[in-house]
């Protein structure tokens, strides 16, 4: 079979044995166990407590704060090597660094990233962030959640939906973005943090999705919370714009994964079509499987290509907005499409959650719809290409 791996020159030799281990311990450790996690809706805390373990929550931070000296590639070629068997556990690892640890080491003062760095990068601790509202999804301007200063502390209400890694055994806190005043006729949006156990502030029950079963979402609700002010991540006034680099990171780190989902698809449908005897013949045999397959691996070829060309740009400390947005425009269309035809190919038993390719085919759903709607960077491209409405 096509090793994408061993046969890709641009990885060096220290990413090629990252992304070999993270593989190896997708198959032998998540991979038997994701069926079951996801037929339960349950993030097992064991295995992102191995994950924590390997140094997955702090490759792509510097050694000084807990981390283990990588970069973001490195990041992103874990979250491929896990999105391959199981969303749910790449969308773990993804949040609880690009949204979890990020914003700390990025805009937190010396003193929070001491207080709260060490346990992040290691996986004893989760933290997520709160930036979807009701009223406020791709648009996330429209906030509506408030945060009002009285003396040294903040009082925070409104609330917040579809936030990941908000409601395990495991969360400390949840970064949430909130209105502390206008400047200009325009809302002052700044980030805090809130930690768990904070009265009044509630996370609600866990969703009953489609897909991502074991991954950890939850709406939350805020009823004058106070948190100190010392609380504030970054600038006040700021946390908008933080967050929109955040989240062009982020955008590489879900084109990672929808190439590791798109891959999974591949894998699952060579492995079926060799195997399935279908009127005396071999499935493989019918040029029509054939050639669905290789549009299969052309979609996981580019898809790939898009998100280590985006990935090597950040590194690189070079402008990478638009490329994380073809990155994860095309790996996302390419996650979809692979799944789709995956499921097609295993016939009936592609309807059974019992076959990977079902769980990717509810799972790859979403790629196209978090860290903003493919919508969304279709937007960012055309913008880019100077076509203004």
Known sequence: MYDSLHTNDQLTDDERELASMVRD??????????????????????????????????????EDVGGQGGDYFALCLAIEALGRVDQSMAITLEAGVSLGAMPVFRFGTDAQKADLLPDLLAG??????????????????ATRTTARREGEEWVINGSKQFITNSGTDITRFVTVTAVTGEENGRKRISTIMVPHGTPGFTVEPAYDKVGWNASDTHPLTFQDARVPVGNLLGEEGRGFANFLHILDEGRIAIAALATGAAEGCLEAAIDYAKKRTVFGEVLSSRQHIQFTI??????????RLAWHHAARLRD?????????AIAKLTSSDAAMDNARDATQIFGGNGFMNEYPVARHYRDSKILEIGEGTNEVQLLVISRALGLHG
Do not use: C
């Open 25 to 62: 311990f997708a198959d032998e450790v998540v991979a038997p166990r994701s069926y079951e996690a996801d037929r339960t809706h349950r993030l097992p805390l064991d295995v992102v407590a191995q994950m924590g373990e390997m140094g997955l929550f702090g490759l792509p931070f510097p």
């Open 124 to 141: 004893r601790s989760l933290a997520a962030f709160g930036l979807t509202e009701p009223e406020a999804g791709s648009d996330a301007g």
């Open 294 to 303: 290789a549009r299969m691996q052309a979609r996981v070829h580019n898809a």
């Open 316 to 324: 690189a400390g070079r402008p990478f907005k638009v490329e994380a």
